[in-house]
């Protein structure tokens, strides 16, 4: 067997079935390219080499056993360092956790290791999933697999850049305001947020509790439903959890890859697009949305103005929700503990200098603003005020779907930006986010496939959000716009990606590794024929 990373997750699984590979080989192949591009990439936190190969191992056995097993088992997987792993370190990219060893798995965690998926390491992150850049990370940024000078976009850039460079063929990601699928957008995966409760939040760390939603991504459309079945479904421990049995979301991804969505009818949001939208951003919106027309999908442009107060208000009730959340980490029950150096080390002064010391700048300028929010006598000007504009934007999904299936839009309005560029301008960043965060205000789910590559050659991507509870549309929506585009490219986008192998092996550092790449070199490219 050639190169196993650059197999799909569908594909590890079927030659584990048909015993041409053991998942010993699988999770050694990935450690490998780990060790051979991480160094560049760093989209891990930290590698688990002895427990995912004492998980691959029992994973072959239990094969040799007979045992009845879950599709993927034995297909290794990544997982966002915002889950509680028991045993294992998790720090949620912050220092406040740098020694935080849990007591016990999130319920998702349980459930790859029970499906027997061998957990290959934490990925990187936004300091407590706070940003959209992973250069929130006290630990250092994740560099964009296709341009190592840029961002793979955030919170959960490590997971995407992970299974963009082929380092894992799955992820667990998380999703507050758009952390799974603006990522995916900018390192050209797939990443999807699940119906709010679709999937646990046991041993998620919480950022805003109504917001945040744990979710699969990967390298197609296919591997993330069924990642997405591995990990949802009802969980007791957790309130929210929906206590009905997961979409089948796999079954119509195969139908919309097999081209099946004739009469689905799509609305194009009006005010996710155009002003502010990268060109190439909304040439390959445009060119997707005529594929899905000539595959019979119905589309017609629809209005939800509230969209265009979803980002006041989401900044205003993520941190709110935030600044309780992180009200924990005081010094007494996890992590860091800091003494101050002068005076007396009352309760006060030992949590003031362990928050001092343990917080990064993004997340004490959260706290601040989201207990200002939440005080008194501005309780109802703005936490009360965004609540009324959250019930706004559920309406207007509401009256779309009278008349449409789902909604569509680019994912981000841009693509990934350099290292660096919006560190000082925390607006800017939050703008990459627009069209992720009513999905999240709504509780309903999102999809984001890759669209192409824009006029600069970086990937950018198409946006599915559907009802609640209605995720499995959207992965037939998406199922089919990937089998026309990958059609079209000949080729998945990813195949056009640089050659990170050859990058180190020549020596280039970050700098030199440019953007776009070998490109598929044809007229209908990525990039429709615009180079
Ligand atoms: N980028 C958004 C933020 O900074 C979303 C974060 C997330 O989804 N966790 O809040």
Redesign the pocket.
């Known amino acids: 067997m050639s190169d196993l990373t650059r197999l799909t997750a569908a594909e590890m699984a079927g030659l584990l079935a048909g015993g041409q590979v053991s998942s010993v080989e699988l999770t050694k192949a990935h450690l490998e390219r780990i060790d051979q591009v991480d160094p560049a990439v760093h989209a891990f936190l930290q590698t688990l080499p002895e427990v995912a190969l004492a998980e691959a191992a029992a994973a072959d056995q239990a094969r040799r056993d007979g045992e009845q097993l879950a599709e993927l088992a034995g297909v290794p997987v990544a997982v966002k360092d915002v889950l509680a792993t028991k045993g294992l370190r998790t720090t949620c990219g912050s220092r406040i956790l740098e020694n935080w060893i849990p007591a016990y798995d999130a319920t998702v965690v349980r459930k790859v290791r029970e499906a027997r998926l061998p957990v290959l390491g934490k990925t990187n992150m936004?300091e407590f999933?706070?940003?959209?850049s992973t250069e929130h990370s006290a630990y250092g940024p994740t560099h964009n697999p296709w341009d190592l000078e840029r961002v793979p976009g955030?919170?959960?850039g490590g997971s995407a850049a992970a299974v963009g460079a082929f380092e894992a063929p799955l992820a667990l990601g998380?999703?507050?305001?758009?952390?799974?699928r603006?990522p995916a957008a900018v390192t050209g995966t797939v990443g999807a947020k699940p119906t709010y409760g679709g999937v646990s939040r046991y041993g998620l760390v919480a950022?805003?509790s109504s917001?945040?939603q744990v979710g699969p991504v990967a390298r197609n459309v296919l591997d993330t439903a069924l990642l997405h079945e591995v990990i949802g479904g009802h969980d007791p421990m957790d309130q929210t959890s929906l206590n009905e049995p997961v979409p089948p979301v796999a079954e119509m991804a195969r139908r919309g890859l097999a081209g099946d969505v004739k009469g689905l009818r799509i609305g194009v949001v009006a005010e996710l697009g155009g002003r502010g939208y990268q060109q190439g951003v909304m040439d390959r919106f445009q060119e997707a949305l005529k594929l899905l027309a000539d595959l019979g999908v119905e589309i017609q442009e629809v209005s939800c103005p509230s969209f265009s107060y979803a980002l006041p208000a989401?900044?205003l009730i993520?941190p709110s929700e935030a600044s309780s959340n992180l009200a924990r980490f005081d010094a007494m029950r996890y992590g860091l503990r800091v003494t101050p150096a002068e005076g007396p080390a009352t309760v006060e002064a030992v949590m003031g200098a362990t928050r001092e010391a343990g917080f990064g700048p993004?997340v004490k300028r959260?706290i601040i603003l989201g207990t200002y929010a939440l005080s008194a006598g501005y309780y109802d000007a703005y936490y009360g005020s965004a609540q009324k504009v959250r019930t706004l934007i559920q309406r207007d999904f509401e009256s779309a779907w009278e008349n449409v299936d789902m909604l569509v839009s680019p994912t981000v309005p841009t693509t990934a930006f350099k290292l660096g560029e919006k560190l000082e301008d925390p607006l800017s960043?939050?703008l990459?986010?627009v069209a992720?965060?009513p999905a999240?205000l709504a509780g309903t789910p999102g999809i984001s496939v890759p669209s192409g590559l824009a006029e600069d050659g970086l990937p950018t991507g198409f946006q599915v959000v559907g009802p609640a509870r209605a995720d499995a549309y959207l992965y037939q929506l998406a199922g089919a716009l990937e089998a026309a585009l990958v059609d079209k490219w000949g080729g998945p986008l990813l195949d056009s990606a640089p050659d990170l192998v050859a990058l180190a092996a020549g020596g280039q550092t970050a700098g030199d590794a440019g953007s776009g790449g070998r490109g598929i070199g044809h007229q209908d490219g990525p990039t429709g024929g615009a180079k």
């Not at 998380?174 to 799974?180: E, M, P, V």
């Open positions: 936004d999933a706070m940003g959209s955030g919170s959960g998380s999703d507050t305001g758009g952390s799974i603006q950022m805003a917001l945040d989401y900044y993520m993004e959260r960043m939050y990459q986010d992720t965060i999240n």
